[in-house]
Protein backbone atom coordinates (compact mmCIF):
# COMPACT_ATOMS: atom_id res chain seq x y z
CA UNK A 1 0.00 0.00 0.00
CA UNK A 2 2.54 2.33 1.12
CA UNK A 3 4.84 1.86 -2.33
CA UNK A 4 1.52 2.65 -4.41
CA UNK A 5 1.04 5.98 -2.75
CA UNK A 6 4.84 7.10 -3.08
CA UNK A 7 4.88 6.32 -6.37
CA UNK A 8 1.43 8.26 -7.11
CA UNK A 9 3.09 11.23 -5.04
CA UNK A 10 6.35 11.15 -7.10
CA UNK A 11 4.15 11.17 -10.34
CA UNK A 12 2.75 14.93 -9.35
CA UNK A 13 4.14 17.59 -9.16
CA UNK A 14 5.00 20.42 -6.67
CA UNK A 15 2.49 22.68 -5.71
CA UNK A 16 2.76 25.62 -8.12
CA UNK A 17 4.17 23.02 -11.15
CA UNK A 18 3.06 21.02 -13.68
CA UNK A 19 3.92 18.15 -15.67
CA UNK A 20 4.99 18.28 -19.21
CA UNK A 21 6.30 15.45 -21.73
CA UNK A 22 8.94 16.70 -24.78
CA UNK A 23 10.45 14.70 -27.06
CA UNK A 24 10.12 11.39 -28.98
CA UNK A 25 11.02 9.66 -25.59
CA UNK A 26 7.81 11.77 -23.81
CA UNK A 27 10.89 12.93 -20.60
CA UNK A 28 9.02 14.18 -18.17
CA UNK A 29 9.37 17.82 -16.80
CA UNK A 30 8.10 19.87 -13.92
CA UNK A 31 7.17 23.38 -14.95
CA UNK A 32 5.87 26.37 -12.56
CA UNK A 33 2.64 27.38 -13.90
CA UNK A 34 4.00 30.71 -13.87
CA UNK A 35 5.30 30.00 -17.61
CA UNK A 36 1.59 29.91 -18.27
CA UNK A 37 1.74 33.56 -18.57
CA UNK A 38 4.57 33.64 -21.15
CA UNK A 39 3.12 34.41 -24.84
CA UNK A 40 5.63 31.72 -26.15
CA UNK A 41 4.85 29.00 -23.94
CA UNK A 42 1.52 29.67 -24.89
CA UNK A 43 2.27 29.40 -28.56
CA UNK A 44 3.88 26.23 -27.71
CA UNK A 45 0.56 24.29 -25.70
CA UNK A 46 -1.42 25.77 -28.70
CA UNK A 47 0.50 23.75 -31.19
CA UNK A 48 0.30 20.47 -28.30
CA UNK A 49 -3.33 20.86 -28.62
CA UNK A 50 -3.90 21.21 -32.48
CA UNK A 51 -0.81 18.51 -32.59
CA UNK A 52 -2.30 15.41 -29.45
CA UNK A 53 -5.54 17.19 -28.68
CA UNK A 54 -6.93 17.58 -24.56
CA UNK A 55 -7.80 14.50 -23.98
CA UNK A 56 -4.43 12.80 -24.25
CA UNK A 57 -4.28 10.07 -21.52
CA UNK A 58 -0.49 10.64 -21.02
CA UNK A 59 -0.56 14.31 -20.05
CA UNK A 60 0.89 17.61 -21.76
CA UNK A 61 2.55 16.57 -24.94
CA UNK A 62 4.78 19.30 -26.53
CA UNK A 63 6.05 19.22 -29.93
CA UNK A 64 9.48 20.02 -29.35
CA UNK A 65 12.89 18.05 -28.82
CA UNK A 66 14.06 18.38 -25.61
CA UNK A 67 17.28 21.09 -26.69
CA UNK A 68 14.51 23.22 -27.50
CA UNK A 69 12.19 23.00 -24.59
CA UNK A 70 15.41 23.47 -21.94
CA UNK A 71 16.18 26.45 -24.28
CA UNK A 72 12.91 27.77 -23.75
CA UNK A 73 12.70 27.10 -20.06
CA UNK A 74 16.01 28.38 -19.37
CA UNK A 75 15.11 32.16 -20.77
CA UNK A 76 11.69 31.86 -18.96
CA UNK A 77 13.60 31.32 -15.89
CA UNK A 78 15.99 33.98 -16.60
CA UNK A 79 13.60 37.04 -17.62
CA UNK A 80 10.65 35.42 -14.95
CA UNK A 81 9.19 39.27 -15.45
CA UNK A 82 10.71 40.22 -18.63
CA UNK A 83 8.52 38.71 -21.47
CA UNK A 84 10.72 38.78 -25.18
CA UNK A 85 7.43 38.32 -27.07
CA UNK A 86 7.84 35.57 -30.01
CA UNK A 87 11.54 34.79 -29.34
CA UNK A 88 11.47 31.04 -29.33
CA UNK A 89 8.12 31.07 -31.55
CA UNK A 90 10.21 30.13 -34.82
CA UNK A 91 11.94 27.02 -32.57
CA UNK A 92 8.85 25.77 -30.77
CA UNK A 93 6.82 25.50 -34.17
CA UNK A 94 8.75 22.93 -36.17
Not at 53 to 62: A, Q, W
Request: positive net charge; glycine residues 6%; proline residues 6%.
Amino acid sequence: MRRKQAEEERKRAPKGHFVVYVGSTRKRFIVPTSYLKNPSFQQLLEKAAEEYGFDNPMGIVLPCDESTFKHLTAFLALSSPLVIKGRYTALLCQ
